[in-house]
């Protein structure tokens, strides 16, 4: 199969593709569902009961992208040189909240459940780039009031960002290719069946709920198994 006549390009990754850069995915073992309920630190209502520690979870992990250790894997890193190298349209569409495709080098990217460095407020819906911890009274940067500057995240319940581009993307795909993800989440476990003309392919470390609606399966490590993929897509 000739893969570069295939023109138009949609990959989706999840936390799976950030795992080896030493970023905890949700529902592995030891994952980050396992020590938090999502109803405690993901939701609106959970924000509105108890906004200390919703801003101290995210607090953490906006802090951890800031860890030296932290860095782009070969993953990340392939899948930028493949927008870099890609003839058709290329789009990539992460459920990840860290910015580690950003840091690779990727820029057709739209984060769908929104960015740890990233926040907005609830009083004048101003968004704005943040790298530090928010406080509960944080004073927000554009309208001055306090307590309402909350992690620019999709909690659940909301709607997640930038939907219609990737209809729209996905409707005229060739190609779909889902990387580390669980699907388990709506409304991106149901991409791969949108992308109706597409071929596609998943790489994971193992099979998921979703594997039956692949065409074709890789299993193994991200790092290792998207930079030999892609190898084989640009050959
Ligand atoms: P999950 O934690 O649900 O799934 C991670 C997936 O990555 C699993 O299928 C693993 O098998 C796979 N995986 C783990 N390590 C890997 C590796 N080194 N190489 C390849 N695959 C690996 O994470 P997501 O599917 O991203 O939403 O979760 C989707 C959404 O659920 C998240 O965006 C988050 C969460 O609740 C929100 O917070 C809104």
């Known amino acids: 199969m000739d893969l570069r006549l295939f023109k138009n390009i949609v990959i989706l990754t999840g936390a799976g593709i950030s795992a080896e850069s030493g970023i905890r995915t949700f529902r592995d073992q030891d994952g980050l569902w396992e020590e938090h309920r999502i109803e405690d630190v993901a939701t609106p209502e959970a924000f509105a009961r108890d906004p200390k520690l919703v801003q101290r979870f995210y607090n953490l992990r906006r802090a951890q992208l800031k860890d030296p250790k932290i860095q782009p894997n070969p993953a990340h890193l392939a899948l930028a040189e493949l927008e870099r190298l890609w003839e058709g349209d290329f789009l990539l569409v992460t459920q990840n909240v860290d910015n580690l495709h950003r840091r690779a080098g990727s820029s057709h990217l739209l984060h769908m459940h929104g960015r740890l460095d990233k926040v907005f407020c609830l009083h004048c819906d101003e968004h704005y780039e943040w ?105």
């Not at 009031?145 to 319940?157: E, H, L, Q």
């Not at 993307?169 to 709506?186: E, M, Q, R």
């Not at 890789?218 to 640009?234: D, M």
Request: hydrophobic share 40%; proline share 6%.
């Open 131 to 235: 790298n530090e911890d928010l406080a509960v009274d944080q004073s927000c940067e554009a309208c001055g009031r306090k307590g309402g500057v909350r992690p620019d995240i999709v909690w659940f319940g909301e709607m997640p960002h930038h939907m219609e581009e990737i209809y729209a993307a996905l409707d005229k795909a060739d190609y779909f290719i889902s990387i580390g993800t669980s699907g388990n989440v709506h409304p991106a476990a149901g991409f791969v069946r949108l992308a109706w003309k597409a071929k596609k392919i998943e790489i994971n470390l193992k099979d998921t709920e979703i594997s039956p609606s692949f065409d074709a399966h890789f299993v193994g490590p991200a790092s290792t198994e998207v930079p030999r993929f892609i190898k084989e897509l640009l050959e």
